[in-house]
């Protein structure tokens, strides 16, 4: 019997290199200060000073040189000035999507599935009888044979269409996503950064979906006096500006892009920390920043309905705990059947994927 070997703790093997534990840091740097590397680099050699970060053999000059090495960093040669790279995009998605997802109670893992048996993609430990109109692929060889040498005998084997086997496959579901994102300058009222979690959320998101979901499909909207939308490499250099709340702006670009998408499953996430305040009329600007005005609210509520309708649940992620705001968001959720999470900022990345996740067991209809 092998019993355990002990060996001596080496502190230095498996460590990482100066660079790697460098990159860290500027990686999440780079999210608050959206995407400006030479931000970034500036606060990396403020946090230097303070922490020392570097040493004799590993100076900053070093790590930027790297960066550019490496293929994380570009400078421009016209004016000097240094901007980061795709691989720094993907960088930041992936660590977002460790960060985020690294955190949740592990799971098995796979493809999201749903419970409707027929001929779909994922095999299921289920059997049932043979009939007629099933394929020869879908025949359980091992059950059928079995089946028959208990019915037949061994000594003269013999297979009839009653003891054939046939193994259940299930549907894999195929879910376009919207993602909302409040862009508002409330954002970043009253001395906290919400923006900088939704961004770190929508990247851990559209990380996930592209490696572990790949027919799914996600689309990116901001709304702030308008809506529009942006693409995933845009993430990182998201930022607020002085906007209101235009939710119905944001409501029905979401709804447009999802009625283009064929596949049946269909969802809106929504993450605000603030009432809505805006509407565009014509060619003009309605706002009230004073309260609930009902102006804007009703016309929420109206495409809470139509979303219902088009069977397009809408999950609204506050970052708020204001009650009237509460009473706001519960009328909303119930108009559209949907879900309302009260998400602190730490926890927010881990309402977004458990719901996302347990979102995608729905049978195919």
């Not at 959320?201 to 990380?207: I, Q």
Request: charged share 25%; glycine share 6%; with cysteine.
């Amino acid at each position: 019997m092998i019993g355990h070997r002990f060996i001596n703790f080496n502190p230095q093997e498996n460590a990482r290199s100066k660079f790697e534990q460098l990159l860290d840091i500027f990686m999440q740097l780079l999210t608050y200060t959206n995407g400006d590397a030479g931000e970034a680099l500036s606060w990396m050699n403020e946090l230097d000073k303070q922490y020392q970060f570097t040493d004799k053999d590993y100076g900053m000059g070093d790590f930027i040189q790297d960066l550019k090495d490496n293929g994380y960093m570009q400078e421009n040669p016209v004016d000097g000035s240094m901007s980061i790279t795709g691989k720094s995009e993907q960088s930041i998605r992936k660590r977002s999507l460790e960060e985020i997802f690294g955190k949740l109670k592990k799971t098995k893992q796979g493809n999201h599935q749903t419970f409707k048996h027929g001929q779909g993609d994922e095999v299921s430990p289920d059997t049932r009888p043979f009939q007629f109109g099933d394929t020869l692929e879908q025949i359980d060889f091992t059950e059928s044979i079995r089946n028959a040498q208990i019915n037949h005998g061994i000594d003269s084997f013999s297979m009839h269409e009653d003891d054939l086997q046939i193994r259940e496959t299930d549907f894999k579901t195929q879910t376009s996503t919207v993602l909302m994102i409040d862009i508002s300058h409330s954002m970043i009222l009253y001395g906290e950064d919400r923006i900088t979690p939704a961004k770190k959320v929508a990247m851990a998101l559209a990380e996930l979906i592209q490696t572990k979901y790949p027919k799914d499909t996600l689309d990116i909207v901001v709304f702030g006096n308008d809506a529009w939308t942006i693409e995933v490499k845009d993430l990182p250099y998201l930022q607020v500006g002085p906007y209101h709340t235009n939710t119905v702006a944001g409501l029905e670009l979401a709804m447009d892009l999802l009625r283009r998408r064929k596949n049946p499953n269909k969802q809106i996430f929504m993450i605000t920390d603030g009432k809505p305040t805006c509407l565009k009329i014509g060619g003009k600007y309605y706002k009230n920043s004073f309260g609930l005005d009902r102006k804007v609210v009703n016309r929420c509520i109206n495409l809470a309905a139509q979303c219902k309708k088009l069977k397009i649940p809408i999950t609204t992620f506050m970052i708020a705990s204001d009650p009237y705001l509460q009473s706001f968001v519960q009328e909303f959720t119930e108009m559209n059947n949907g879900k309302a999470f009260f998400a602190s900022l730490d926890k927010l990345g881990a309402f977004i994927f458990k719901d996302f996740e347990s979102g995608k067991r729905k049978t195919v209809y």
